[in-house]
């Protein structure tokens, strides 16, 4: 019987979840499993793996074989390292202490790894909203200096003839009045009871 480690799909639809198994390579993907020893969800970021490494090790060491992805995702948890570790010390090539420090070694390096990874990302997600904020703002001022242009060529327009109009009527009203009182003598002043007085 070939045995499989392998991932078997659930999970509503575009939000598939997977569960990593046992089983036997003729099993049909979502069929009979001889064990689960994990869960893969690749919808959150970055992507969750839960994964019982001690039961995945034991798989790896008697001869199950894994799948393309889930030997990444093995090598990705350290599972497939330990095992290579494991090897090492069956073979009497390193003693378990060297091996079990080999590998706290590589988890603290790979955690720091990760929140590096983790903590550009947050920069990355900041600087271009900052980017994006900015540009908005560039946008909106530019709307108001238009819309404030607009606004302000219209009313001096609008404003200036009418008032040059005014003083020009002004004037001209003044004028003649003055022309006409000239124009006017002083014995031709119309008797209070004429129809022109009125």
Not at 8 to 35: N, T
Not at 151 to 171: I, R, S, Y
């Amino acid at each position: 019987m070939a045995v499989k480690i392998r991932l078997a799909r659930r999970g509503r639809k575009k939000m598939a979840m997977y569960d990593i198994i046992v089983a036997d390579s003729r099993s049909p993907r979502d069929g009979r499993f001889i064990e689960k020893i994990g869960s893969y969800n690749p919808n959150t970021d970055p992507s969750t793996v839960v994964i019982k490494s001690d039961r995945a090790v034991h798989w790896l060491m008697v001869g199950a074989q894994p799948t393309d992805t889930t030997r990444s995702i093995l090598s990705h948890e350290g599972v497939m390292l330990r095992k290579h570790l494991q090897v090492g010390v069956q073979k009497g090539a390193i003693t378990q202490e060297q091996a079990d420090e080999k590998f706290t070694q590589w988890k603290e390096g790979k955690e720091g790894r990760i929140a590096g990874t983790a903590e550009s990302k947050q920069q990355q997600k900041e600087t271009e909203r900052q980017a994006r904020l900015e540009a908005e703002r560039k946008v909106n001022e530019a709307r108001a200096e238009a819309i404030a242009k607009k606004n302000k060529v219209e009313e001096p327009v609008a404003e200036a003839p009418a008032a040059e109009a005014t003083e020009g009527e002004a004037q001209t009203e003044e004028a003649p009045a003055v022309d006409a009182a000239a124009e006017t003598p002083a014995d031709e002043t119309p008797a209070a009871g004429s129809p022109a007085a009125e």
